[in-house]
């Protein structure tokens, strides 16, 4: 193992059924029906599954798996797994190993025990999971994980994964269209291709299993800050710890082996942050990629004693942890549709993606930043760490020259002094990377590459990227009807540019987003400003937005309505959670522990006063001070309590979650603050929880 452990091409994808297993393994007629499947779209024939399923049994056998699961992404954003032993019996008290065409395509879970927002009821609980075979099947912890997709039993979906299909399948078909219109007959396939970039915290375990906070709510509820944080920017690229470093050496094995391409991997802005990135691929397995190292990441911490925290802000005073999505479009022979080129065809093609793209996020804007809300999003946008909550595009100053160019009718001329006209003949080169690059910005161009920074470290990339493939999809769409019925080519996709690019450069912004001045800029071009997901969830079910999942059958009316309530459900029990936890350590540990400490002082005052005839000033001035807010501490509770046994069903719909927002979170801010202020006057002897500075420096 060891050998295997040291030659990393023999690792990697060690663990992983894939298409060079399925080529050693099936029969050649298997195969071939298998590939033709995949290009297709079309479903398998059962004879053949059956086929594959043996030969995928053989091999998972042959590395250590006993049992078998449908590897599935209900509406939790995590994973789900059921698991099945390989044994079936053979007569007379023996058994066999096996796993059947029919297990290996369908399975059956209980979909009223998952998120659904009311398309399963109880007495309505079955729900399937289906094979996708798409994305490859690997072993891991003795058994095999086979990716499927989640359903209900009357077909509504209930995972993250099918709306992803399907949006991957309408983008393609429209892309299509447009190549065909710029000459490109060779091209079958257009496919998504996305790159996560995962930042995460490491604590110490024996800290972490000390705060009931970060045990139940995955981040902290109090915590004064520490005389020392990132000020320094010491953090960022420095050294790696050795226990650290240790900890990456190992999860970038583990990685390897279910062969997730694990890159780059760096200390990042906060003390104990750090970041892992992956090279680009299609943006399903992208997606079940980063599922899979977000459960590694917590596993290996566990073998040396860390805990990973995934959370968007567990730490208040420092950087949150984001998770930035990287989204281009690239050909079945590897072109990158994305980038600029280096032929005049090329660019008028690129100018044209680029204009479906400023057009769907000025559209599509509410839904763009409604798929990255949720609870601990909230903590992170808008500060000066992350993005603003308001959605805006970075092309560079270069790029953004040209469409001003095109909106005023004027002449451009590049680097080599040529003219610019729109033209699949006569356009000149757009080169690369001739602009600094906007860390300010929600979504930026990057070279061939636009970069999404607005989704939060815990979330899963489905969402984000079936709004992106969905939105440019129509777009496209609606392109390709204009231009297919063009009788002059050049002279309407000179007009169809023009006219995008003016209508939808209010999306465009080069400039600091961090500036208040932008706030004030971005309303008066009309842009939307969601600061925090209440606000943001009524886009799910706004009826443009409707339409456009509808019309494309990517999801209907009613599993977006669904989708609505389950996010506002989950705002709800989340803000229930935090509040009852941050409740439970100030009344019964944070509250008796100061106590204690300002009876120490009470002593200490008299003890003084009847001894030395001395006053006590400093003793008597620190007991007022707690004195104070230990009152204050204690009201806030009794506020809060009250505020939670009022409080609405979680399942109340918008109007629960305002509430949930107003009172409970308003409270629970109130009292956070009184309780770090209280932690950084108090005898740490006397202090019951770690401290910022002791979970942020003991890695």
């Avoid at 769907?360 to 509410?366: I, K, L, R």
């Avoid at 949720?374 to 595009?393: C, F, K, Q, T, W």
């Avoid at 229930?576 to 350590?585: G, P, S, Y």
């Avoid at 204690?596 to 030395?612: G, N, P």
Wanted: overall charge negative; hydrophobic content about 35%.
């Amino acid at each position: 193992m060891e050998k295997t452990k040291n030659n990393i091409p023999e690792l990697f994808g060690s663990m992983v059924f894939n298409d060079e297993q399925m080529r050693q393994r099936l029969p050649e007629s298997v195969y071939t029906a298998l590939q033709q499947c995949l290009i297709q779209g079309t479903s398998l024939d059962r004879a053949i599954a059956t086929e594959i399923a043996a030969a995928m049994k053989d091999w998972a056998i042959e590395r250590g798996a006993t049992h078998y699961t449908h590897w599935f992404q209900p509406m939790t954003g995590f994973t789900a797994e059921k698991h099945d032993s390989f044994i079936a019996p053979a007569g007379k008290g023996k058994i066999i190993m096996e796993l059947s065409g029919k297990e290996l395509s369908q399975g059956e879970a209980d979909a009223s025990s998952f998120p659904s927002g009311g398309l399963r009821a109880t007495f309505e609980a079955r729900g399937y999971t289906a094979w996708d075979p798409t994305s490859y099947a690997f072993v891991k912890d003795r058994t095999l994980y086979i990716p499927t997709i989640f359903c209900s039993y009357s077909g509504e979906t209930l995972d993250k994964k099918t709306p992803l299909l399907r949006s991957m399948k309408l983008l393609d078909e429209q892309c299509i269209r447009i190549l065909r219109l710029f000459g490109n007959t060779e091209a079958r396939h257009v496919v998504p291709q996305v790159g996560p970039e995962q930042e995460y915290f490491l604590v110490d375990k024996k800290l972490y299993q000390q705060r009931e906070d970060l045990t139940f709510c995955g981040r902290t509820l109090f915590g004064a800050k520490p005389p020392k944080g990132q000020e320094l920017d010491d953090h960022y690229y420095g050294a790696i710890k050795p226990r650290v470093a240790a900890f990456m050496h190992e999860l970038d094995h583990e990685l390897w082996k279910v062969g997730v391409l694990a890159k780059t991997e760096h200390n990042e802005a906060a003390p104990a942050q750090h970041e892992i990135a992956p090279v680009y691929t299609d943006a399903n397995t992208a997606c079940d990629h980063n599922q899979l190292a977000m459960e590694l990441l917590k596993k290996v911490a566990d073998r040396f004693d860390l805990v990973c925290l995934l959370h968007e802000k567990p730490f208040a005073g420092v950087n949150g942890s984001g998770k930035h999505n990287n989204w281009s479009l690239s050909t079945d022979q590897g072109e990158n549709l994305l980038k600029p080129g280096q032929t005049p065809s090329q660019n008028a093609q690129f100018l044209l993606l680029l204009a479906a793209f400023i057009k769907g996020v000025d559209e599509y804007q509410e839904l763009l930043r409604c798929c990255v809300a949720y609870p601990g999003n909230d903590h992170r946008l808008g500060g000066n760490e992350a993005p603003p909550a308001i959605v805006s595009i970075f092309l560079g100053d270069e790029l953004t020259a040209i469409l001003e160019s095109i909106i005023a009718g004027r002449d451009y001329v590049d680097v080599t002094k040529k003219k610019l006209e729109i033209g699949v003949d006569t356009m000149p080169e757009i080169p690369q990377d001739t602009t600094d690059r906007n860390r300010t910005s929600p979504l930026a161009f990057t070279g061939n590459k636009f970069e999404f920074r607005m989704l939060g470290s815990s979330q899963s990339i489905a969402s984000p990227n079936v709004v992106f493939n969905t939105m440019m999809a129509e777009e496209l769409s609606r392109f390709a009807d204009i231009l297919e019925k063009s009788k002059n080519f050049r002279e309407d996709l000179q007009t169809l540019l023009h006219d995008t690019f003016k209508a939808h450069q209010r999306i465009i912004f080069n400039g600091n987003g961090y500036d208040e001045a932008w706030v004030q800029e971005a309303e008066k071009r009309g842009l939307s400003n969601l600061r925090e997901t209440v606000e943001c969830m009524p886009a799910y079910v706004d009826p443009k937005n409707v339409e456009l999942f509808a019309k494309h059958g990517i999801l209907t009316e009613q599993e977006l309505h669904a989708r609505y309530e389950i996010h506002l459900e989950n705002y709800c029990k989340v803000t229930a959670i935090e509040a009852n936890t941050l409740l439970t350590m100030a009344l019964r540990k944070i509250l008796p522990a100061v106590l204690q400490y300002s009876d120490t002082l009470a002593k200490t005052i008299l003890h003084k006063r009847e001894t030395y005839v001395a006053s006590g000033k400093a003793e008597e001035a620190m007991l007022k001070h707690i004195s104070q807010l230990s009152d204050q501490l204690y009201e806030l509770c009794v506020a809060l309590k009250k505020e939670l046994d009022s409080a609405p069903a979680a399942d109340g719909g918008i109007e629960a979650a305002r509430y949930y927002r107003d009172q409970i979170r308003s409270c629970q801010d109130q009292i956070s603050a009184v309780v770090s202020e209280l932690e950084s006057c108090t005898d740490a002897k006397c202090w019951p929880y770690p401290t910022y500075a002791e979970m942020l420096f003991s890695v």
